[in-house]
């Protein structure tokens, strides 16, 4: 196949769509929470209710992040804004790590138990031609650059390399050096929405809408340079 990701203007118009969701999500759940739940906003109140669960709170948040990727039902990024601002950018950033590195490799996994019939029924046609043409002429590079791009969902971009020669490996450095950027700036967004730092938190959101529609503008010029 020689198609490629972004081919129509449909696709390209949804993945820019998609990368405005996540940085409005954001700015929305600081908002929300100072409004509707001033309390939240306190963060030595927040912390008292964290550790009064113990050491379950990292696991359980690890849990959740873990099977976000596998089912989907939230942004991975809003989950690590959640995660900052409960535990703190650096603390709260290696749990989102550890959950998203966790269920990409189950996803991975599973797509290559079952096979192409079982991920077909999972993701769109055109998104599979798409990431195979891309795979084809990339490679591993290529899936690295989507990787950077929060707007590509980790289940489904872990699912298609699942049908891809790629060893599991090589697939968990790729999950954990390419999301890194936009989990940090989604956990640090997170903890100075906490510190009611909302400057901040609508710099780091721009910086990673910015860098993200960066990334989606040169992306075969930089899985060119990484390859």
């Not at 099977?67 to 959640?82: E, N, R, S, T, Y």
């Given at each position: 196949m020689t198609g490629r990701?972004?081919?129509s203007t449909d696709a390209r118009n949804a993945a820019l769509v998609r990368l405005g969701v996540v940085g409005i999500a954001f700015a929305?759940?600081?908002?929300?929470?100072a409004v509707f739940a001033p309390r939240?906003?306190?963060?030595?109140?927040?912390r008292s209710a964290v550790e009064s669960t113990g050491a379950f709170a990292p696991l359980a948040f690890v849990g959740i992040q873990t099977?976000?990727?596998?089912?989907?039902?939230?942004?991975?990024?809003?989950?690590?804004?959640?995660g900052g601002y409960l535990f703190?950018?650096?603390?709260?950033t290696v749990y989102s790590m550890v959950g998203v590195v966790a269920g990409s490799a189950i996803v991975f996994l599973l797509a290559r138990r079952f096979g192409r019939p079982a991920v077909e029924r999972l993701v769109a046609d055109d998104a599979l031609a798409r990431f195979d043409g891309f795979a084809d002429r990339r490679g591993v590079a290529g899936l690295f650059v989507l990787f950077l791009l929060p707007a590509f969902p980790d289940d489904a971009l872990c699912a298609l390399a699942g049908l891809s020669p790629l060893r599991l490996r090589t697939l968990v450095v790729l999950v954990a050096v390419g999301r890194l950027p936009t989990f940090a700036l989604a956990a640090a967004a997170g903890r100075n929405?906490?510190?009611a730092n909302y400057e901040a938190v609508a710099l780091l959101v721009g910086i990673g809408v910015v860098a993200?529609?960066?990334?989606?503008?040169?992306?075969?010029?930089?899985a060119a340079r990484v390859g």
């Open positions: 990701p972004f081919d929305a759940v600081a908002v929300g929470v939240l906003a306190d963060p030595a109140w927040v099977i976000q990727v596998i089912l989907a039902p939230i942004p991975g990024q809003a989950l690590a804004a959640v703190g950018t650096v603390a709260g929405a906490g510190a993200s529609a960066v990334v989606y503008r040169y992306r075969d010029e930089l």
